[in-house]
């Protein structure tokens, strides 16, 4: 079951209660990528008679960090990712340093307070992504959950199904732009205004139909031969050891939906302009005077005509977008 409006005060403080009465732990994350307050570091201090283990890891419930290199060239690091005991203590500390559930991210708190029921996850949490879920079959907790009063809770049937409408807001002026506005596949989908925003429901989704990432179009997902979409041309730019494009290039490589595009030409022109748009990162970041975290970047920074190399490559790369 999924929790679709972030717990707040009362629904907060009953939900905790019911997690604590379920679950034997629970577990908080800090990111070596994002720096904490001095807060949260007090709340660590404090659930420190409750901890049970710490441990460096890349993945823990309801997220994965990559374990390549980042968008900058920087070697991933782990998480560190606490596991302590659902004592009442350590619940009167976490209502007492938090009011909701999606709270629980950095810099402040620690991130993505979930818990855990004979070792597997009971309730998850990804506060940063506003997503909270169960992992429950139990039908008595089924129950107990859906009888907390003001929690927002849908069960993944009723979401598929849009039963009620997903979209909450209740503007008469968002339209479905398959069922209300009736555009069909090729047309192009207007861009959203003031008086009109476009979106596509579950509904329509279901059936494959979608707008493409790239040209705006309607296309039926479900119709595109996912092995198509590949490469036309490789780019590279090559500075001492390092391919700057290396990452982007990457990425489409492994891509497994196809980038919500319609078309091979789609396909490439979404990878030439990722491929611009990295680049232009980059030329920023030559330009700026502070020293870099990344090993790459500081290299980049110190090369011979850098901002020269990037524009020439950058304009290169315009080129074929015209074609």
């Known amino acids: 079951m999924f929790i679709t409006d972030d717990p707040k005060g009362k629904v907060y403080q009953d939900l905790l209660d019911f997690a604590f009465s379920v679950c034997d732990q629970f577990i908080v994350v800090i990111r070596k990528d994002i720096n904490i307050t001095k807060d949260a570091s007090a709340v660590l201090e404090s659930l420190a008679p409750f901890l049970i283990a710490k441990r460096e890891q890349f993945e823990w419930p309801g997220t994965r960090l990559g374990t390549g290199r980042d968008y900058f060239g920087r070697e991933a690091e782990p998480a560190i990712v606490y596991y302590f005991k659902t004592d ?14 999606h709270s629980w991210m950095q810099p402040n708190l620690p991130e993505d ?28 907790e089924i129950e107990k959950i859906m009888n907390i009063e003001d ?6 049937n009723s979401i598929k199904n849009n039963i009620p409408q997903v979209y909450t807001d209740d503007s008469p002026n968002m339209k479905c732009i398959f069922c209300e506005k009736k555009f069909k596949e090729g047309d192009t989908v207007p861009e959203s205004n003031a008086s009109e925003i476009y979106f596509v429901c579950l509904n329509c989704m279901d059936n494959g139909l979608t707008v493409c990432n790239e040209d705006g179009k309607i296309f039926n997902e479900q119709l595109v031969n996912k092995d198509y979409l590949i ?5 590279i730019l090559k500075i001492e050891e ?13 891509m ?22 990295h680049l232009q990162t980059y030329l920023a970041l ?15 920074k110190g090369y011979k005509n850098i901002e020269n190399i990037l524009m020439n490559k950058i304009n290169e790369l315009k080129t074929y977008l015209s074609y």
Request: hydrophobic fraction near 35%; charged fraction near 25%; proline fraction near 1%.
């Open 88 to 101: 009442h203590e350590a619940k009167r500390i976490l209502l007492e340093v938090s009011n909701s559930l």
């Open 113 to 140: 307070l979930s818990f855990i029921k004979n070792q597997n996850p009971w309730l998850i949490n990804s506060s940063h992504e506003s997503v909270s879920y169960f992992e429950t079959e139990d039908k008595d």
């Open 151 to 156: 929690l927002q809770v849908r069960t993944a």
């Open 231 to 235: 490469i036309d041309k490789i780019q």
């Open 242 to 254: 390092s391919d700057l494009l290396e990452y982007i290039t990457n990425k489409f490589i492994n």
């Open 256 to 277: 497994e939906e196809g980038g919500g595009v319609c078309s091979k030409k789609c396909f490439n022109s979404l990878y030439i302009n990722d491929c611009i748009m």
């Open 286 to 300: 030559v330009s700026m005077d502070k020293e870099s975290t990344s090993d790459l970047t500081n290299m980049i």
